[in-house]
């Protein structure tokens, strides 16, 4: 028997934009504590909410009507025809009959957002001791917190320091083949994306042609540029916030730009986004600081809706790792619209279960992230032509010259942890500083000794036995020259430096990073309650560089764009790839389906350098070309959940690239549950495909399905004419002797004719009692 949801009454959770460093902990196994009871109160609020106070707080209240773009796909689902005008009458009345209900039982309310076309409701402030009230008001179907967004920088862990460092380079581009696209004219003309986020810097080179329009949902007007330098000055409050944030932005900027760069700046680092010629919206749903409310996403998404985008993309979420949660539910009547929704995973890995809200939409897109190579830079530093120290790169500013640097030689400075009061006391000016990590960020310690007038800044790691840490920052104004350096190395050189010491820089080395490795903050699946696989896919989503407003570099730099770039980190930039390639999809074929787009880029996503769970990457890392040329669409038929009228769980058909035989009580008999597969050629030739099984063994906890007699049942082969669709079961069997756990790996489906082509298919199951 398949178990359904085990929805818990929800906590307020910080909503996190997905970006910047890394998060890294204990591996974790799999969350298998499934149970068949659900929680089907209507009132979800936080559990820190006095429910006898008569503080204000704000709800966001579902209706049981199902709203507009719902009603309609349902009434075509039964067979019945059912007008967008008729949907929005359905809708309205359900909200009249609300209202006026909600009236008799207490006017202490102000009603300021109104949904309709992909979610049925309202948010809501009154009195905490009207929460319980509001939730008898005629068609209340659930009523939630309407919890904060906020970035929030993740950083980096100590655990991963004596590992050999990993940079990062920017040219995402050319490492998915993007570029080769783009020669045969594949660029995302045509296509409407929308991009909910911080809001967009339009007038940035890069972006300015790209740029068509949107809405803000923080200011309420049709202006969705970032919060700017100028807003800050304006607004009396502190540059940063206590999570380190500024005031002004930047994060849907450099999103918008790997989505939609067009490469127009006059500046060496001018960026080509991955689909340049698409139509941008910027629906700006996160203010200064980069805050907002689940309330303004919810406003974003409908009007996404409403301006018939093509593709979305939300690198932002909640660390509420469940399908059922209010963003999921309009993502869900977003894609079943007609919209492609490409979400951010989160960055909260490296343990399982780790999703945020709305990447645990079962229909969208949801994007892990993964480094891409570099080529990096290593020198040898010398201390008076004797002592030799081990260098590696992780800065510079964008004019650094290592020739010039390597031909010099430079007296040396300690300035311990690199704070500006040390740079005060000693003399940096035109020499190497050396300082150690702790205490404040890198990014700190290195504008503190280019402030001081420094040439080059050397950071030694802090802990004992420690080597390179795996930070690289690459180009910045407020940048120099910057090195890592192992802990014992550090010590020895601030041991031996005095007042005539010379450092030099020699034997200038460049290595090439392997790149398609997972990065540990990147968030895991499954998903909670249905033990489904997300993320769906991996993108390059480690030191992306992408344009940024030129206010990023402070007010000597306005209006000059030169150097208008930074590099983030997160899924938060690998979304946007993947929010590009769908555009460079639906260019080429616009009558792909949202689950039609996403089973493509799963069918052909490629293998990362190592070996992964299916729910730490999917079906792979994305392969653009691929999934532009191939002429097959593999997809299961399988099913996810949603709540009917009464909060009840129902199922929610789901199209998808993976099979999700989910968690599955035995009850000590044997199993045999089966899923279709429809295999769709639309090519010009017949095929025929052989099928073979990938079971991992111990991948993230999983089970050996040799050693206890689990198997994938199926035909050994498919032969698909030209033009046609052909169906196949596929059977997962399972004795009642098997070890309860989760059983997972690949199809992998291969054309006899041509080995070249080949596709696979992600698969799990868990076994419970």
Same mark, same amino acid.
């Given at each position: ?59 966001? #209240? ?8 719902? +009603?309609?796909?349902?009434? &075509? ?79 980096? @862990? ?42 967009? *810097? ?173 080529? %990096? ?6 201390? *008076? ?12 500013? %964008? ?24 740079? *005060? ?21 290195? +504008? ?17 036995? +420690?080597?390179? %840490? ?111 390639? +769908? ?9 792909? @389906? ?125 032969? #698909?004419?030209?033009? &046609? ?45």
């Amino acid at each position: 028997m398949k178990i359904g949801m085990n929805q818990k009454p929800w906590k307020v959770m910080a909503v996190t934009a997905l970006s910047t460093s890394l998060v890294l902990g204990g591996v974790g196994s799999y969350p298998l504590h499934i149970s068949a009871e659900t929680n089907t109160a209507s009132l979800q609020v936080s559990e820190d909410i006095n429910l006898d106070s008569t503080d204000i707080v704000s709800v966001i #209240v579902e209706l049981e009507e199902s709203p507009e773009t719902l +009603a309609i796909a349902e009434a &075509e689902e039964k067979g019945e025809s059912l007008s967008a005008a008729q949907a929005k009458v359905q809708v309205e009345e359900s909200q009249d009959e609300f209202e006026e209900d909600l009236s008799t039982l207490t006017t202490a309310y102000t009603i300021t957002h109104t949904y309709q076309t992909v979610f049925n409701g309202f948010t809501i402030e009154l009195p905490a001791n009207q929460l319980e009230a509001l939730t008898e008001a005629e068609g209340v179907k659930s009523v939630w917190s309407n919890d904060e967004v906020q970035l929030i920088d993740p950083v980096f @862990s100590e655990s991963v320091l004596e590992e050999a460092i990993e940079p990062y380079m920017a040219d995402s581009v050319p490492y998915l083949g993007v570029d080769r696209l783009h020669v045969e004219g594949v660029t995302g003309a045509g296509v409407k994306v929308g991009v909910l986020d911080t809001g967009v *810097d339009y007038t940035h080179p890069d972006l300015a042609e790209a740029y068509v329009g949107g809405y803000d949902f923080v200011d309420n007007d049709d202006d969705a540029q970032e919060t700017t330098y100028d807003d800050w000055l304006a607004s009396g409050m502190p540059e940063f916030n206590n999570n380190g944030n500024s005031y002004y932005t930047s994060h849907g900027t450099h999103v918008a730009g790997t989505i939609a760069g067009q490469a127009d700046n006059d500046s060496e680092y001018a960026t080509l986004g991955v689909a340049p010629d698409v139509e941008l919206y910027s629906y700006r749903v996160l203010g200064p600081y980069g805050s907002g409310s689940t309330a303004g996403v919810l406003a974003g998404i409908e009007r996404s809706v409403e301006d018939e985008m093509d593709v979305i993309n939300l690198s932002l979420g909640a660390s509420i790792n469940d399908p059922l949660y209010p963003t999921s539910v309009a993502i869900n009547n977003t894609v079943i619209a007609g919209v492609t929704a490409v979400i951010s995973a989160g960055n909260a890995g490296p343990n399982l279960a780790t999703l945020g809200s709305p990447g645990t939409s079962p229909l969208a897109i949801t994007v892990g992230a993964n480094d891409v190579p570099l080529v %990096f830079t290593d020198f040898t530093g010398y201390l *008076d032509d004797t002592s030799t120290f081990d260098l590696v790169n992780i800065s510079s500013h %964008f004019d650094t010259d290592f020739d010039e640097l390597e031909a010099g030689e430079y007296e040396i400075v300690y300035a311990g942890l690199g704070s500006v009061a040390e740079f *005060d006391q000693v003399d940096a000016e035109g020499k190497v500083a050396l300082v150690a990590r702790g205490d404040f960020a890198f990014v700190d310690k290195i +504008a503190n000794a280019k402030a001081a007038g420094a040439e080059a800044i050397i950071i030694y790691n802090n802990i004992p036995g +420690a080597g390179h %840490f795996p930070n690289y920052f690459g180009e910045g104004v407020n940048f120099i020259a910057g090195f890592s350096l192992p802990y014992e190395e550090g010590i020895a050189l601030r041991d031996a430096i005095n007042e005539d010491s010379l450092f030099s820089f020699g034997d200038r080395s460049e290595s090439i990073s392997s790149g398609g490795i997972l990065a540990d903050f990147s968030s895991r699946g499954p998903l909670n309650g249905t033990f489904a696989i997300k993320p769906e896919v991996s993108a390059p989503g480690v030191n992306i560089l992408s344009p940024v407003p030129d206010f990023m570099n402070g007010p000597d730099y306005f209006g000059d764009f030169e150097y208008a770039y930074g590099r983030k980190s997160g899924t938060s930039m690998s979304a946007p790839h993947v929010a590009g390639v +769908a555009a460079l999809l639906l260019e080429v074929k616009p009558e792909l @389906s949202p689950a039609d787009v996403k089973t493509t880029l799963m069918n052909t996503a490629v293998p990362m350098t190592l070996d992964y769970s299916v729910f730490e990457i999917g079906a792979g890392q994305i392969s653009p070309v691929d999934a532009v040329q191939t002429d097959m669409l593999i997809q299961a038929k399988g099913e996810s959940v949603t709540l009917d009228p009464n909060n009840r769980i129902i199922p929610l058909k789901d199209l998808t690239g993976a099979l999700n035989f989910g968690a599955i009580e035995s009850k000590g008999k044997n199993v045999r549950e089966f899923q279709s597969v429809t295999f769709k050629n639309t090519g010009s030739q017949s095929k025929t495909f052989t099928i073979d099984y990938d079971h991992h063994v111990d991948f993230r906890g999983s089970k050996d399905a040799l050693q206890n007699g689990v198997i994938l049942q199926t035909s050994d082969t498919v032969t #698909v004419p030209a033009g &046609e669709t052909i169906t196949k079961n596929v059977f997962f069997i399972s004795p009642k002797t098997a070890e309860t756990g989760a059983y997972e790996g690949y199809i992998n489906i291969t054309n006899q004719a041509d080995g070249s082509e080949s596709y696979r298919i992600p698969f799990a199951a868990g076994i419970i009692e």
